[in-house]
């Protein structure tokens, strides 16, 4: 026989084969109604009988008996007599529907929603426009003033209401902007107060060509909340106003990486163009906005975007007007994950400007946002340096940032914080704890680019701190907003990370190395030297010292900034221990950025083959506080293997 299905989103129903099954009265049906909202659990007789009279009869228990064999007889038909109900069963103190997951509309609605978010965002709207199909009217229509259905109807109603804007929002992420409009303009008609969906259809309108539809939608909306709440916009639609109004290429519709890349730059530079020329300060702000979506094009996009900056940099210097100044240095808030920096000399320009600046503001809470922006940029700006000065502004507008309750100002105050938290070994969890922030602050506020910062920090945390699993499912949400979002740098940091993961996990030498030299290969053009230079040279040094192979140091490879914990390496490989010794000695403290740990680990192995006892015990005092972590594992890129077999086999060298 065909099994029995349910219907709740609209006037309950039961049907086999698409034939509808005689349910006899309105009580019968809130019987049913109310089993199948218990979700296949047991409701108490006595329950059922609160739920279907304010004032029950004196034959209420009786009359929910009979409504039960009643519908029994509906759902079960052929069933024998006095044989147990298969569906509708009698257990304890009541009753339950045993229904199939499936066999419920609700319930098949939800699972089409949960899974549309696992499907690529290609498939993921018509998944959910299938899954709105099945909705016949309100839930559960012929109970709406029931109060034990309040709470199920509320919640089921919001969920379609959040289907309808989560379809719209894949359909403007994907470039697919013009089929969302009218279903949003349908769904405001009945829904007004849907901030969210004011936004998106003024996100699609735009995309779409119509600036000036996108900017009347949102003046409705503000009219509207103003009119009947008496509240202004949410941040969200706020923000959006303002960055349509600046005209944001961060809100142009998806293309080509390459396509984005050159509308920018040709953006960026008319802008600055037109800016340095007319001495318009607005067109100076502008300029950085662009500049900045320009930024995350990577390549030659990244290159031109830090060039561009330091000249609208020096031209709001040049106004004397220490708040454009501010404005300017400050709306150059892009994410960034690496500790090292790409430029010294421009960053070291900024670092200054910015520092000019902040003692050009006026000392008073006006300027707080202004001064957090600045303090932000020099913890930023001072990565890989060992100074106090980075870290004190890092903290410092971080305060600030808490202090202003601004979700925007605090992210990046947070990525201040993560560059200036790489000053000794061991801080894998606070750098943790920060990506945590960024990602649970950046979903709540839709800020997609430090969303990515906030997953791609956890995912080099966890890797230090041996959780590949966590890594995993970090690097995998990097990917998909990378995809959705066209972040294309993004996934450079996920190839070294499965290289990397490769090393940890013990897979076969070649493997490994060719996984890292595959990962090398996306640093090819991508704008980001300061990441690239030396890096492949060193993650296989690190893959031979963790396997107890020789270290066959190539003095010819472009070693970049390792060079010094390189040469020592191909001395002692020629014979020439002295001058390896003296190499060794001369060794600075590694830098404070994510490849400390790796550094001492370079150090150490230099020392245990020198047997230098001066080295192995810096090197030991350096790399203690790690001592549960995988050495470099916490760039996200590259190992030298377990803290721990380093200071093992340090202890025994020092004869301790």
Not at 372 to 385: F, I, P, Q, Y
Not at 394 to 408: F, G, K, Q, T, V
Not at 506 to 511: I, V
């Amino acid at each position: 026989m065909e099994a029995v299905t349910f219907g709740v989103l609209g006037p309950v129903t039961a049907e086999r084969a698409g034939a509808g099954l005689a349910l006899k009265g309105p009580r019968h049906r809130a019987v049913l109604a109310r089993l199948v909202l218990a979700r296949r659990r047991v409701v108490p007789l006595d329950r059922l009988v609160h739920d279907l009279w304010d004032e029950p009869p004196p034959r209420a228990v009786g009359a929910v008996r009979t409504f039960v064999g009643d519908l029994r007889r509906a759902l079960e038909p052929d069933r024998p007599p006095r044989t147990p109900a298969r569906l509708l069963v009698t257990e304890g103190p009541g009753y339950a529907l045993r229904a199939a997951p499936d066999a419920v509309d609700a319930w098949r609605f939800e699972a089409a929603v949960a899974e549309a978010d696992r499907l690529p965002a290609d498939r993921a709207p018509d998944r959910i426009r299938a899954a709105l199909g099945q909705w016949r009217g309100p839930a559960y229509a012929d109970f709406a003033g029931a109060e034990w259905a309040r709470g199920e109807r509320s919640r089921l109603t919001e969920l379609r209401l959040r289907a309808v804007e989560r379809r719209a929002e894949l359909l403007v992420d994907a470039g697919r902007a013009a089929e969302a409009v009218p279903d949003l303009d349908a769904h405001l008609t009945e829904h007004p107060w849907r901030e969210e969906a004011w936004r998106l259809l003024a996100l699609a309108l735009y995309r779409t060509g119509r600036q000036a539809d996108a900017l009347a939608v949102l003046r409705r909306a503000r009219d509207l909340l103003a009119a009947h709440l008496g509240v202004d916009p949410g941040p969200r639609l706020r923000r959006l106003e303002a960055r349509v109004l600046a005209q944001d290429p961060d809100l142009d519709p998806p293309g080509e990486p390459a396509e984005a890349a050159a509308r920018l730059w040709a953006r960026a530079t008319e802008a600055y163009d037109r800016a340095v020329a007319a001495g318009a300060h607005a067109r100076l702000e502008s300029t950085v906005g662009l500049l900045r979506g320009l930024a995350v094009t990577g390549g030659g996009g990244l290159q031109a975007a830090r060039e561009q900056r330091v000249a609208a940099v020096a031209a709001a210097e040049e106004t004397g007007d220490a708040e454009l100044t501010a404005r300017v240095i400050g709306a150059y808030d892009v994410p960034a994950n690496w500790t090292r920096g790409d430029d010294t000399e421009l960053a070291r320009r900024i670092v200054a400007a910015a520092e000019r600046t902040l003692a050009a503001l006026p000392d008073d809470t006006t300027a707080d946002a202004a001064r957090c922006r600045l303090l932000a940029t020099v913890a930023l700006e001072s990565r890989g340096v060992r100074s106090p000065r980075g870290p004190r502004a890092a903290h410092e507008a971080e305060r600030i940032a808490r202090r202003l309750d601004d979700p925007a100002l605090l992210a990046f105050a947070l990525n201040g914080a993560f560059m200036q938290s790489c000053t000794t070994a061991g801080l894998a969890p606070r750098r943790d704890a920060i990506g945590a922030e960024l990602v649970a602050l950046s979903s709540r506020h839709g800020l997609v680019n430090h969303l990515v910062l906030g997953h791609l920090i956890r995912l080099q945390a966890r890797s230090a701190l041996a959780d590949l699993t966590t890594a995993d499912e970090h690097a995998a949400a990097v990917d998909r907003l990378a995809a959705r979002h066209e972040r294309p740098l993004a996934g450079v940091f996920t190839e070294w990370y499965r290289a990397l993961r490769h090393a940890v996990t013990g897979s076969p030498y070649d493997r490994t190395e060719a996984a890292y030299r595959t990962a090398a290969a996306r640093l090819e053009g991508a704008g980001m030297p300061g990441l690239e230079q030396g890096l492949l040279p060193l993650a296989l040094l690190g893959l031979r010292l963790s396997r107890g192979r020789p270290a066959d140091v190539d003095p010819r490879a472009d070693w970049g900034p390792y060079r010094p914990w390189a040469e020592p390496f191909a001395l002692l490989a020629d014979g020439r221990e002295a001058e390896a010794r003296t190499a060794l000695r001369s060794l600075a403290e590694p830098p404070p950025d994510l490849l400390y740990e790796a550094l001492c680990c370079a150090e150490a192995a230099l020392a245990l083959e020198l047997g230098d006892r001066a080295a192995l015990e810096r090197t030991y005092d350096r790399l203690l506080p790690a001592a549960g972590e995988i050495a470099g594992a916490g760039s996200g890129l590259l190992t030298f293997g377990p803290v721990g077999t380093w200071l093992a086999a340090i202890r025994r060298a020092l004869g301790a």
